[in-house]
């Protein structure tokens, strides 16, 4: 596997359901990221982990929870969710030796989560 | 708060032909980015651009950045069909002052054999 992988690839839940999306990068870069791109919307930041560390969190509704275990991993736990919650969502990461979060972000395939 | 937009959000256009999309943003910014988006698939880095008067060419799209006028332009030369896509400007903010990176709403790009 090179690059960034996501699975599953396509997800469909109902809002009593728990599911969990997984990100795996093979890039050897030190952040990770989350993002949900909405039909006719721009893509939306939902949160950075650097060096495992969550460094940011854009005001994300608690039913979705990150996980980085390490910084080849990272989890988007998913709970009652909506069905305006439907969307790719997409993981991203990057080189961060400075710390500088605005790196090159090298992106998933993304998850096409539809909730009923 | 820092805005992106791009424009035009549609873009129908013929082989053979050249065209511009525009990517304006509302505060200073050191870098700029474009992506391109193929329907169903992820996002592909395209350019960085990192100071004023950047340039940056690879095939027949070439990425300016005007940092005084918070401009850049993704200019397509003779498009060819394989061209067709959905193509993201982001920018990110100065680093240590609330680093983000924000995206436009993306120039859907489709070619006509």
């Known amino acids: 596997e090179t690059g960034v992988t996501q699975t599953p690839r396509h997800l469909v839940m109902g809002m009593t359901n728990k599911k969990s999306l997984k990100c795996e990068q093979h890039?050897?870069?030190?952040?990770m990221y989350w993002y949900k791109q909405s039909a006719k919307k721009p893509l939306e930041l939902m949160f950075v982990?650097?060096?495992?560390?969550?460094?940011e969190n854009n005001s994300v509704p608690s039913r979705f929870s990150p996980e980085c275990p390490n910084s080849s991993h990272l989890f988007l736990h998913l709970h009652t969710l909506q069905p305006e919650d439907s969307a790719l969502y997409l993981c991203?990461?990057?080189?961060?030796?400075?710390?500088?979060?605005?790196?090159?972000?090298?992106f998933g395939p993304g998850t096409r989560l539809t909730v009923l | 708060e820092l805005k992106v937009e791009q424009n035009p959000l549609f873009l129908s256009m013929q082989e053979g032909k050249n065209y511009t999309i525009y990517c304006n943003y509302s505060t200073t910014s050191d870098r700029l980015y474009w992506y391109r988006q193929d329907p169903g698939k992820s996002l592909e880095s395209l350019f960085v651009?990192?100071?004023?008067?950047a340039v940056k060419q690879e095939g027949r799209l070439m990425a300016s950045l005007d940092t005084k006028a918070r401009l850049s332009t993704l200019h397509i030369t003779a498009a060819v069909h394989d061209l067709s896509a959905t193509y993201f400007c982001a920018v990110a903010t100065l680093w240590d002052r609330d680093d983000k990176i924000i995206f436009g709403k993306g120039t859907r790009l489709h070619i006509l054999p």
């Open positions: 890039l050897g870069h030190n952040a």
């Open positions: 651009l990192l100071s004023n008067g």
């Open positions: 991203a990461s990057s080189h961060t030796p400075s710390g500088d979060p605005r790196d090159t972000q090298y």
């Open positions: 982990y650097n060096f495992k560390e969550q460094t």
